[in-house]
Each structure stands twice: as structure tokens, then as C-alpha cells.
């Protein structure tokens, strides 16, 4: 059906000015001037706990410009369910009447207005109600009523959803930035074909079902790794760097209105155990989205004070630290260096009960009936290729002592995961955990055009899943445990040739170089399945017998800076563009004998970036066949809640009391 063509012409009217403010938005999720956070659309698990904020604009300058820059500050807002009357939202949800807020932010109308430096001057009246819950399920109707007669409304919906548990367990493994396109170059790298026929599989091509995720974050169509874990593991989207929180428009960075997480919502509910591993810093956005609330993911310090101490302020006191927590990251646990409050956080988790692990061979000793702390260097882990291949790279200055020397004796994903899972069966016992475990580099490698060693790190996280099931069976929680590998996110990938490089390298003439690259019948086969003459890596069945063959995969994307391509696995990770004055250039020392490739992407970025691309959702256990599909990504936490029982018809909180320490 057509909609009306008089109703089309009055709505494109009104919102004309606003339209036209498309790269910049004075706040995404709201283009009148009467902001309700939570905003229109959004869906909410019975009885998560979360915060609304009411926001009234009076933009002061600008193409919006309004009453002189006052706002209204005896606006009303109310709330009904299933179109029934409309209540104040103190009165609905027995709060007092918070007090007002005032502040004044600034934003860039278009690119012309940011050259000129012009920007646009906002004045805000606001109100937020902190730590709301809905029970029953329904449509609410929430209206925001300003300036006389000026309404903004937002539909939420509150989903039906099982409050009884289906699986005791449930392991999320994450590759962050991981399409279809890198998990088919990776088999393609890993195992053998004869004519055409694969002689073995990755682990994940055994798994019985298999969905397809959309990733829009709320307010623009391109998502970061913040707000897709959010919306991952909370059910709502959120904003480009926003965790846990909806984006709102106050200088405080952790006063956004929050949202209440899985794990949150698990240790409140049930008392299970919960844990992060992650092959990043795990102050990183991926593991700090379980516990973090801020509209910053660059609060690093905070954000790993938070996952241990909950968020102190805002009414949202809850403190559910977590059970195993492995990754990189020293910087934010090191007495004086980036820590919150310049505090030591080793001490800080070992004071809370915590063991405390700077190596794997600490790791693997410490006793599984404790929580547990490992962070094993400095910044993000070395990836799988450097710590097996080129373990030259080893050799920097990444103790997570902050001793000047190298961490060495470093755990994989495969080995944290395994760790996590003996601590956390052990201390979930009869209710079950939850287990986040991401392979980072996925993601990090793809940033910096290094396919090869993204693809390292691909293999790496099928091998965990492969021994991952395999432990499960050999600890009898198999059946009872949901297992699911997806992603946050993509990044432009795929293979569309290979390269000769005996061929390229022989060339001195750039584009004589292209002539190395065979596409179709001259692709071949692959070569990285053919064991290297004279050279074994020992590193099993799983990843490839020769990373640096002849004939290598060229592969690419098209959102890249300007850069040198050679294809094939470089000796060194890669830097494929140098800053200068703010923008990008190729840099020249990377991959020298590669040919240029100017960029498609804005010149002040010197990293590929995400993509559009629906990201894959394999899945088995329990509910295994609710993941068949294509849904929304925010789907993803709605079907794992819907498996663990999440869903409240009042107020639980005996979960804690249950099992806390
Ligand atoms: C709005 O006013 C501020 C000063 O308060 C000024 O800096 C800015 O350039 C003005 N913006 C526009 C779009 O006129
Ligand atoms: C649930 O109950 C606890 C304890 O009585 C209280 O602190 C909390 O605010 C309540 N939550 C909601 C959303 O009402
Ligand atoms: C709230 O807590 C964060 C740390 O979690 C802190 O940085 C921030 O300043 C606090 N805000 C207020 C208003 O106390
Ligand atoms: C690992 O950590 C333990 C405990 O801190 C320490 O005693 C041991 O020397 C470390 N091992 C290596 C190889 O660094
Ligand atoms: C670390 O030690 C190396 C030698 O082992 C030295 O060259 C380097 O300057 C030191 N770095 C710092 C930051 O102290
Ligand atoms: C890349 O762009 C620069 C201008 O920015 C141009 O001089 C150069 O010829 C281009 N190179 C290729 C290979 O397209
Ligand atoms: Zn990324």
C-alpha cells in the first residue's frame, strides 16, 4: 500500500530543514525538537531494568533556530499501555519527580558548516527517570508534550518472552568484523580440496543452523563494535561508541540513559556465572559492553572499573563482576599508566576474591572454584600468525607487569576459553553460565588490510569452537549448553584471484605487477594446503600447512586509504597508510615492492572500516532452531533471553542473594 500523497507532502514539509542534516545530526535518534530516549520503535525484554530521558531542544542558531534559544521547561510526558490511558511516567512507575536538568551542546549542521566552523548552538531542558522496569508485555505509547502543542511519540514494545529456562549454558563466541567472505577464504587457506571437493571442514560448517543478522546501529546505517555488542547483548541498538546506554545530548558521558545487559540481567535473575575472554585489550568494546555503560568507549579505565564494581552512580548500583575475565589490555590495570583513578587493578580484582594471572602457564594453575583475573600484555594480544609463524613480532615492549620486556608466554582464544569454561561451570554449578569469547583481531587485522593475519585469527576462533564442543562433551554440559559464533559486524572482503608472486616480485613497473593476479581460470588452486618443502609449523589440522606459498589469494576490499598492495602474508604486520597533517598517504614502506592503490575512504582515515554487510549466526544447542533467519541484530539477545528465561513479570532480585560470594 501507497501512503497518502497529501500526508507524504506535510511530512516532507515539516522535516525538510531536519533532512537535509545527514553526515551530522544534533542527536541521532531525534529529529524534532522533543526527544523521548528509549525513542520510537524499540523493543524491551519484560522487566530489564532501564532509564528514559526526555530532552527539549531550543536550538539557538542555525537552521533549526527556535524561541529564541528557550526551552520549554514545563514539558509533560506520559505513558499508556495498549492504547489505554495515560499515566504521568512518575505516577506509572511510582517514581518521584526527578528535577530538571539544563545544558548546551553544539553540533555541525553539514561539512560546510564544519570548514567554516560554524556550529549550531543548542540550549536543553531535561528530565531522566532512572532504573524503570516494564513487565507486561504489550505496545506502550510514550508522548512527549512542549513549546503548546508540539508532540513527540514513541511506540515500545515489550516482546512475550519465556521466563522458564531452555539451556543451562550459553557460549557466545564473537569474531569481531567476521562476514561469510572471510570464513570461506579461510577454509579456503586451511583445508584441502580434490577437484573441487573439500576433504575436511572448519568446525563452524558442521553447526545445524545457520541465520543471518542485520547490523543498523539506531541512528546511523554503518555500525562500530560499541553499540552492535550492545544491542547484541542487550536488545537495544545504540550509537557509534555508546555501550549499554542510549546516546543523549549532556556533556556527562556516563549519564545517557542505560540499559540493563545479559549478564546483568542473569546474575540478577538466576545467580549464574558469567565471563569475557577476548584476544583484545579487554577494556576493548566487545567485552566492556556486557558490563559497561557509558556513550564513550574510550573511557578504558572506567569501563574496567565498571565491569568489576557495577556503575556506582545514577541509581544503577548493581555489582556483578565477572566470574573469568582473560584478555590483553595492562594498560588499564597498572597502578599510575591508563587505570581509573590512576589505581593498581590487579589489587583492585585480587582485594574482590580474584586470582590474578599475567601468563598462561599461571593461567592454566589457577583454581577453577575462584574468580578469575588474567591479562597477559599489554595493549591487544599478539595474533595467532606472530605467536606461531613470525615470532620475531614477539620481541616489543608488552609485559603486563609494564616491565620493560616482552610478554611471552601468552595464552590464545583457545586456551582462555577452555580455562574460562572450567571456572565458570564450576562456579555457575546447578545455574548455568554465560561465556562471551571474541576474536578480536578479526576485526583489527581487517583495519589494517592484513588479511592474513585476520584470516590467522579466523582460524583460530574455529579451532577454539572445534575443542570448545569437544570439552563441553567431555564435561557432559553439551546438550545443555547454546553455542553461538556470529559477529558484530563486517568489513568489505573477499577473494577474486590469486598472485604469482615469484611473478609480481620480478616486476619493477607497478602496473606490469597486475599482470601476477589471476583471476578465473588462472586462479588455480590453493596452495596453502600443500605442505612448505623442508618446513613444518606444528600447528595442527585446523590452519594451513604453508602460509607464504607461491601462488597466494589476492584478495581486497573497497573501502581501504591509500596504500601499496603485494598480496600474500607480510613478515611484519601492516601500516598501509602514514599521517600527515591530519590526512593519509601511502605508506611507503609498507609492502615497497607492492603497486598503489589510492583510497575510496575519506583522507583523514589510515585504516579500512566496517561495512553494511547482514553478518552470519551459527548456532547449536538448545533453541538452536530459533536462529534459522534473517533478523535484526538486536534479535540475537532477544533469542538467547528467550533460551535462558530472562524474562520477568516483576521485580526478581534473589538471584544475587543466591550465589554471590
Ligand atoms: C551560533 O552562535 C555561536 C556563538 O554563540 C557562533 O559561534 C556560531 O558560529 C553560530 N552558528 C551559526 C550557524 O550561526
Ligand atoms: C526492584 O527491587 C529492588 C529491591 O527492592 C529495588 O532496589 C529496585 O529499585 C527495584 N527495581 C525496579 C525496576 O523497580
Ligand atoms: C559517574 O561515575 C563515573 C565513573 O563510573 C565518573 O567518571 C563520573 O564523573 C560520575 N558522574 C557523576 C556526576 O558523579
Ligand atoms: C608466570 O607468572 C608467575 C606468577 O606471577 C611467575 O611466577 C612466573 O615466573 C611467570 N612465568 C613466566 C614464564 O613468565
Ligand atoms: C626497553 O629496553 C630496551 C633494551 O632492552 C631499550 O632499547 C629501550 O629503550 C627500553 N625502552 C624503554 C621505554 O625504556
Ligand atoms: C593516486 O592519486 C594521486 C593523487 O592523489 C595521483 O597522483 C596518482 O597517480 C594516483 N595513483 C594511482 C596508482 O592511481
Ligand atoms: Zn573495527
Given at each position: ?373 588474567g591479562i597477559f600484555c599489554r595493549s591487544n594480544l599478539p595474533v595467532w600468525i606472530d605467536r606461531h609463524i613470525f615470532t620475531d613480532n614477539l620481541e616489543i615492549n608488552n609485559d603486563p607487569s609494564g616491565a620493560n620486556k616482552s610478554a611471552k608466554d601468552l595464552p590464545g582464544l583457545k586456551e582462555m576459553t577452555l580455562k574460562a569454561i572450567d571456572v565458570l561451570h564450576n562456579r555457575g554449578s546447578k545455574e548455568g553460565f554465560f561465556l562471551m569469547s571474541e576474536a578480536a583481531s578479526i576485526d583489527k587485522q ?146 615497497p615492492n607492492g603497486f598503489v592503490v589510492n583510497g575510496t575512504l575519506p583522507p583523514s582515515a589510515g585504516q579500512g572500516v566496517h561495512s553494511l554487510t547482514d553478518v552470519p549466526v551459527y548456532a547449536r544447542g538448545p533453541c538452536q532452531e530459533t536462529f534459522g533467519g534473517t533478523y535484526s541484530n538486536i534479535d540475537v539477545f532477544y533469542k538467547i533471553a528467550n533460551c535462558l528465561g530472562l524474562a520477568q513479570g516483576r521485580n526478581v532480585t534473589e538471584g544475587l542473594r543466591k550465589r554471590r560470594n
Amino acid at each position: 500500500m501507497f501512503p497518502r500523497l497529501d500526508v507524504v507532502a506535510a511530512c516532507l514539509a515539516a522535516s525538510l530543514s531536519v533532512a537535509s542534516a545527514q553526515t551530522f545530526r544534533r542527536l541521532g535518534t531525534c529529529p524534532t525538537l522533543g526527544c523521548v530516549i528509549p525513542p520510537d520503535q524499540q523493543d524491551f525484554l519484560p522487566g530489564q531494568e532501564f532509564d528514559i530521558r526526555f530532552e527539549v531542544h531550543a536550538p539557538k542558531n542555525g537552521s533549526e533556530a527556535f524561541n529564541n534559544g528557550v526551552p520549554d521547561e514545563a514539558f509533560t510526558a506520559t505513558i499508556s499501555k495498549n492504547g489505554g490511558r495515560a499515566r504521568s511516567i512518575a505516577d506509572f512507575f511510582k517514581q518521584k519527580e526527578p528535577s530538571l536538568e539544563k545544558w548546551t551542546f553544539s553540533w555541525y549542521e553539514d561539512l560546510f558548516a564544519q570548514d567554516a566552523k560554524t556550529p549550531s548552538v543548542v540550549n536543553v531542558a531535561s528530565k531522566a527517570y532512572r532504573r524503570v522496569a516494564l513487565y507486561e508485555p504489550g505496545t506502550y505509547t510514550v508522548t512527549l508534550k512542549y513549546y503548546s502543542g508540539k508532540t513527540t511519540t514513541a511506540e515500545w514494545t515489550v516482546r512475550p518472552l519465556a521466563t522458564r529456562k531452555k539451556a543451562k549454558n550459553v557460549i557466545f563466541f564473537i569474531g569481531d568484523g567476521m562476514t561469510t567472505n572471510m570464513i570461506t577464504a579461510a577454509r579456503l587457506l586451511a583445508h584441502k580440496t580434490i577437484n573441487g571437493k573439500y576433504q575436511t571442514l572448519l568446525s563452524l560448517d558442521d553447526f545445524p543452523v545457520l541465520g543471518h543478522q542485520m547490523t543498523h546501529s539506531v541512528d546511523t546505517f554503518i555500525t562500530d563494535s560499541a553499540n552492535s555488542a550492545s544491542a547484541l547483548y542487550t536488545g537495544h541498538k545504540s550509537t557509534v561508541n555508546a555501550l549499554g546506554v542510549y546516546a543523549d545530548s549532556s556533556p556527562d558521558q556516563f549519564d545517557d540513559p542505560k540499559v540493563e545487559t545479559i549478564v546483568e540481567l542473569l546474575a540478577r535473575i538466576w545467580g549464574s556465572a558469567w565471563g569475557a575472554v577476548s584476544t583484545a585489550f579487554i577494556a576493548d568494546a566487545t567485552p566492556t559492553a556486557l558490563t559497561g555503560h557509558s556513550r564513550a568507549r574510550g573511557q578504558y579505565g572506567v569501563l574496567v572499573d565498571q565491569a568489576l564494581n557495577g556503575v556506582r552512580n545514577y541509581s544503577w548500583t548493581k555489582t556483578y563482576g565477572p566470574d573469568a575475565y582473560f584478555g590483553g589490555g595492562a594498560e588499564q590495570f597498572i597502578a599510575g599508566s591508563g587505570s581509573y583513578q590512576g589505581k593498581d587493578y590487579y589489587a583492585e580484582f585480587a582485594n574482590k576474591g580474584y586470582s590474578v594471572s599475567l601468563n598462561k602457564t599461571s593461567l592454566l594453575a589457577a583454581p577453577n572454584n575462584k574468580k578469575a583475573l588474567g591479562i597477559f600484555c599489554r595493549s591487544n594480544l599478539p595474533v595467532w600468525i606472530d605467536r606461531h609463524i613470525f615470532t620475531d613480532n614477539l620481541e616489543i615492549n608488552n609485559d603486563p607487569s609494564g616491565a620493560n620486556k616482552s610478554a611471552k608466554d601468552l595464552p590464545g582464544l583457545k586456551e582462555m576459553t577452555l580455562k574460562a569454561i572450567d571456572v565458570l561451570h564450576n562456579r555457575g554449578s546447578k545455574e548455568g553460565f554465560f561465556l562471551m569469547s571474541e576474536a578480536a583481531s578479526i576485526d583489527k587485522q581487517m583495519h589494517a588490510l592484513d588479511y592474513d593475519r585476520a584470516l590467522g585469527d579466523l582460524l583460530e576462533l574455529d579451532d577454539t569452537v572445534r575443542t570448545t564442543i569437544e570439552k563441553l562433551k567431555s564435561l557432559r554440559i553439551l546438550d545443555d549448553t547454546l553455542i553461538i559464533v556470529s559477529a558484530d559486524h563486517g568489513h568489505g572482503f573477499d577473494v577474486f584471484g590469486s598472485s604469482d608472486t615469484k611473478y609480481f616480485n620480478a616486476q619493477t613497473d607497478e602496473r606490469a605487477k597486475r599482470k601476477a593476479i589471476g583471476v578465473y581460470e588462472e586462479s588455480g588452486l590453493s596452495q596453502y594446503t600443500e605442505p612448505k618443502p623442508g618446513v613444518s609449523y606444528g600447528t595442527g589440522a585446523n590452519f594451513p600447512l604453508n602460509w607464504d606459498p607461491r601462488y597466494v589469494i589476492a584478495a581486497g576490499l573497497g573501502a581501504n586509504p591509500d596504500h601499496r598492495e603485494a598480496y600474500g602474508v607480510g613478515s611484519t604486520p601492516r601500516t598501509p597508510a602514514s599521517g600527515r597533517n591530519g590526512e593519509y598517504y601511502v605508506n611507503d614502506k609498507d609492502r615497497p615492492n607492492g603497486f598503489v592503490v589510492n583510497g575510496t575512504l575519506p583522507p583523514s582515515a589510515g585504516q579500512g572500516v566496517h561495512s553494511l554487510t547482514d553478518v552470519p549466526v551459527y548456532a547449536r544447542g538448545p533453541c538452536q532452531e530459533t536462529f534459522g533467519g534473517t533478523y535484526s541484530n538486536i534479535d540475537v539477545f532477544y533469542k538467547i533471553a528467550n533460551c535462558l528465561g530472562l524474562a520477568q513479570g516483576r521485580n526478581v532480585t534473589e538471584g544475587l542473594r543466591k550465589r554471590r560470594n
